[in-house]
């Protein structure tokens, strides 16, 4: 089936220590989505790709980068991650002007 | 600029009851409008969508929204709960311009047995 695969589900870093999500897609969307997503809160964009060309939001921190080395794959690295960055992670894909498909997501925890 | 409002954060209903979530949104184009299901620890799941053809958007699970440009809004609806029904409810709608969406603030339904 197509779909949108998230690894880790769960993943748990140190204080300052460098951590890589990662996302892989089956559907070949043109679009990848990266939203951080806090308890009872609603999916914050941080950034996406459209092909190669990469948009940041203006809020998004500098400590979050993302990679797109084609189009299956898409990173989120976080260079140093702080107690506030624990939260899930979620991978979406898309194509322009049509829904967005989601990934189950990886939970982050920041000791 | 595009923005969603979700009216009541938590909805409460009886098992069989009928399921209404409120969603309204202001839009200065014709918008696409999304509704999304998220479960505990999973991504948002697509309910249903709405692109400017039937007003009435029939989705998975039961669910079905209507689109009242009158009233600026898409609630959701389901005739009947089902406990597996409990879970967060987003409503969203498409930016104007890129690839982006407007989440609203999310509603937690609970279906009591």
């Known amino acids: 089936d197509a779909m949108v695969i998230q690894n880790p589900r769960y993943q748990v870093t140190q204080f300052g220590k460098p951590v890589t999500l990662s996302c892989s897609q089956t559907?070949?969307?043109?679009?990848m989505y990266w939203y951080q997503q806090k308890s009872s809160q609603a999916p914050k964009l941080l950034f996406h790709?459209?092909?190669?060309?990469?948009?940041n939001e203006a809020d998004t921190p500098d400590n979050f980068q993302s990679r797109r080395p084609n189009t299956s794959f898409c990173f989120l690295d976080i260079r140093s991650p702080g107690l506030g960055d624990a939260a899930m992670y979620l991978c979406?894909?898309?194509?322009?002007?049509?829904?967005?498909?989601f990934g189950p997501g990886t939970r982050l925890t920041v000791l | 600029a595009q923005s969603v409002t979700q009216l009541g954060s938590h909805v409460s209903v009886s098992e069989g009851a009928l399921v209404l979530l409120r969603c309204n949104y202001s839009?200065?184009?014709?918008?696409?409008l999304f509704w999304y299901v998220q479960y505990p620890n999973q991504g948002l799941q697509l309910l249903l969508k709405?692109?400017?053809?039937?007003?009435l958007v029939k989705g998975i699970n039961g669910f079905e929204a209507e689109f009242k440009k009158s009233e600026t809004s898409f609630h959701l609806t389901k005739p009947s709960a089902h406990m597996s029904d409990a879970a967060e409810y987003f409503c969203?709608?498409?930016?104007?311009?890129?690839?982006?969406?407007?989440f609203g603030a999310g509603t937690i339904l609970r279906v009591k047995s």
């Open positions: 790709y459209y092909d190669k060309d990469f948009n």
């Open positions: 839009s200065s184009v014709p918008p696409y």
């Open positions: 559907l070949n969307h043109n679009v």
């Open positions: 709405y692109t400017s053809a039937a007003t």
């Open positions: 969203a709608v498409k930016r104007e311009y890129g690839n982006k969406l407007v």
């Open positions: 979406a894909t898309g194509h322009p002007y049509n829904e967005q498909f």
